[in-house]
């Protein structure tokens, strides 16, 4: 006789659904429909530049419409995995300001990040932990010990593209809200960086030049950001010291 702690061996998986699918195939109508309607040409460093005076002129006539346009505007982007990012980011910082522009990027880029991550799950997270067994189970428990700390440090330092991070943790079982708590946390120096960089985008317009984006690999700013990264490994240092402590 089982007993009433153990785990119900005798459960039936979840049927896999097409209709599960639906999530995905709209990301993916969405991300192809923008390069063959040419929609990538407003996601420049050119546009920005050429329309910066009705933009300004916009945001201030209507603040409030305009904040949360951008915001709208960065959760389509992310949530559709298209390039542009950096560009969108830059005209939060040219439009709102470094505090208010960063706000508005990082909350439109979680938003985005949390519906690709909800969507992956959906769609396919349970499908493929079925099907993939023993060995995406043992990688899972490993992440799934240290998801925050490990998530930080993949948003602090982005050694993998920005899509990949917002899928691969839908996959590994890692909560909802350690994924956005760590997403919005995790991006937010960075956006700061671009932020700051687009706040003075007047005087690159007025020179004829493009903005610096190498900034961020300066030691100036990347010191404090592997800071940042060293101390999101702390809790995972521990528990490996502890479990090898007698």
Same mark, same amino acid.
Request: hydrophobic share 55%; glycine share 10%; aromatic share 12%.
């Given at each position: 006789?089982?007993?009433?702690?153990?785990?119900?061996?005798?459960?039936?998986?979840?049927?896999?659904?097409?209709?599960?699918?639906?999530?995905?195939?709209?990301?993916?109508?969405?991300?192809?429909?923008?390069?063959?309607?040419?929609?990538?040409?407003? !996601?420049?460093?050119?546009? !920005?530049?050429?329309?910066?005076?009705?933009?300004?002129?916009?945001?201030?006539?209507?603040?409030?419409?305009?904040?949360?346009?951008?915001?709208?505007?960065?959760?389509?982007?992310?949530?559709?995995?298209?390039?542009?990012?950096?560009?969108?980011?830059?005209?939060?910082?040219?439009?709102?300001? +470094?505090?208010?522009?960063?706000? $508005?990027?990082?909350?439109?880029?979680?938003?985005?990040?949390? !519906?690709?991550?909800?969507?992956?799950?959906?769609?396919?997270?349970?499908?493929?932990?079925?099907?993939?067994?023993?060995?995406?189970?043992?990688?899972?428990?490993?992440?799934?010990?240290?998801?925050?700390?490990?998530?930080?440090?993949?948003?602090?330092?982005?050694?993998?593209?920005?899509?990949?991070?917002?899928?691969?943790?839908?996959?590994?079982?890692?909560?909802?809200?350690?994924?956005?708590? $760590?997403?919005?946390?995790?991006?937010?120096?960075?956006?700061? +960086?671009?932020?700051?960089?687009?706040?003075?985008?007047?005087?690159?317009?007025?020179?004829?030049?493009?903005?610096?984006?190498?900034?961020?690999?300066?030691?100036?700013?990347?010191?404090?950001?592997?800071?940042?990264?060293?101390?999101?490994?702390?809790?995972?240092?521990?528990?490996?010291?502890?479990?090898?402590?007698?």
């Amino acid at each position: 006789m089982q007993g009433a702690n153990e785990p119900r061996s005798d459960r039936a998986p979840k049927r896999f659904s097409p209709w599960r699918l639906l999530p995905v195939l709209i990301i993916a109508a969405g991300f192809v429909s923008f390069f063959l309607l040419d929609l990538d040409r407003y !996601l420049s460093f050119e546009m !920005l530049r050429d329309h910066r005076q009705t933009l300004l002129a916009w945001r201030t006539d209507h603040y409030l419409l305009a904040a949360l346009g951008f915001v709208g505007l960065y959760v389509v982007t992310v949530a559709l995995s298209l390039p542009g990012a950096v560009w969108l980011t830059l005209a939060g910082g040219f439009l709102f300001g +470094v505090v208010e522009g960063a706000l $508005c990027s990082v909350t439109g880029a979680t938003i985005g990040a949390m !519906l690709v991550f909800l969507a992956a799950r959906y769609a396919i997270g349970d499908f493929l932990r079925a099907k993939a067994g023993p060995a995406l189970a043992k990688m899972e428990a490993g992440f799934q010990r240290n998801a925050a700390s490990y998530l930080l440090v993949l948003r602090l330092v982005p050694l993998f593209p920005f899509w990949l991070v917002n899928l691969v943790p839908a996959f590994l079982g890692v909560p909802l809200r350690t994924f956005v708590l $760590c997403t919005f946390f995790g991006i937010m120096p960075g956006s700061i +960086v671009y932020n700051s960089v687009g706040n003075g985008l007047g005087s690159v317009f007025d020179a004829g030049e493009m903005p610096d984006l190498g900034i961020i690999l300066e030691p100036r700013i990347l010191l404090p950001i592997g800071g940042l990264v060293m101390l999101s490994l702390i809790p995972v240092v521990y528990k490996k010291f502890r479990r090898e402590t007698p």
